[in-house]
């Protein structure tokens, strides 16, 4: 079965900081894998995803995620955190075999400050 | 661009009682997800659904949850006798594809048993 750990259910950042989600998977196949962000009142949007070729990602609104299989790790940066990215950001890794359904970490806020 | 919809926003209902919580997918998808979030909890992967029938389902979906596409538009979830354990906030998902592609998500329902 897979799994994902997301380290730290909350993290604080000052605008302008290096943002660093950090994400642990395991997964039996080549894993997909995915982050997502969630502000209030609102469903889960695709930051980026990596499924081949490679490891370093680039998604929306300045993030990055670079996968490392020696690490089982999909780690979330933002160079300079904006205030705008006060959300819960959840990695995720889908199963093929299974109708790609997503299996999802526990999330992490991330406040930020001014 | 096109979104997910989902309705009502929040139900609340008495124990033992039926509940139909309604997605509208976006339009050209061809599979659709409910996932779960308990408040304080992890999204969890509830039921898949491809030509018009489940594809995956999880242990938590047991014979008082069904799914159903009953037009062309509309995807729903029923649970038939709700339980307090049932309070949660729910997710419709659709995609185009059944490979690594995005899921998109709907702003959920929070479904609240008393």
């Known amino acids: 079965a897979q799994s994902v750990t997301q380290l730290g259910s909350h993290v604080s950042v000052s605008e302008g900081a290096l943002v660093l989600l950090r994400c642990n998977y395991s997964s039996s196949v080549p894993p997909y894998l995915f982050w997502y962000v969630q502000y209030p009142n609102q469903g889960l949007q695709l930051l980026l995803k990596y499924t081949t070729g490679a490891t370093l990602v680039k998604g929306i609104n300045g993030f990055e995620a670079e996968f490392k299989k020696s690490e089982t790790s999909f780690h979330l940066t933002k160079p300079s955190a904006h205030m705008s990215d006060a959300a819960e950001y959840f990695c995720a890794v889908s199963d093929q075999a299974a109708g790609n359904k997503l299996t999802f970490g526990g999330g992490t806020r991330v406040l930020v400050k001014p | 661009e096109p979104e997910v919809t989902q309705t009502p926003s929040h139900q609340v209902t008495q124990m033992g009682q039926e509940v139909i919580l309604r997605c509208v997918p976006i339009?050209?998808?061809?599979?659709f997800y409910w996932y779960r979030q308990i408040l304080g909890q992890k999204v969890e992967f509830l039921v898949s659904?491809?030509?018009?029938?489940?594809?995956?389902k999880s242990e938590i979906f047991d014979d008082q949850f069904s799914v159903e596409r009953p037009d062309g538009s509309n995807f729903t979830l029923k649970i038939r006798s709700t339980k307090l354990e049932d309070s949660a906030m729910y997710f419709c998902a659709s995609t185009s594809g059944g490979g690594p592609y995005e899921q998109y998500f709907g702003p959920g329902t929070r479904l609240t048993v008393t």
């Open positions: 659904f491809y030509n018009n029938e489940i594809s995956e």
């Open positions: 339009s050209n998808h061809l599979y």
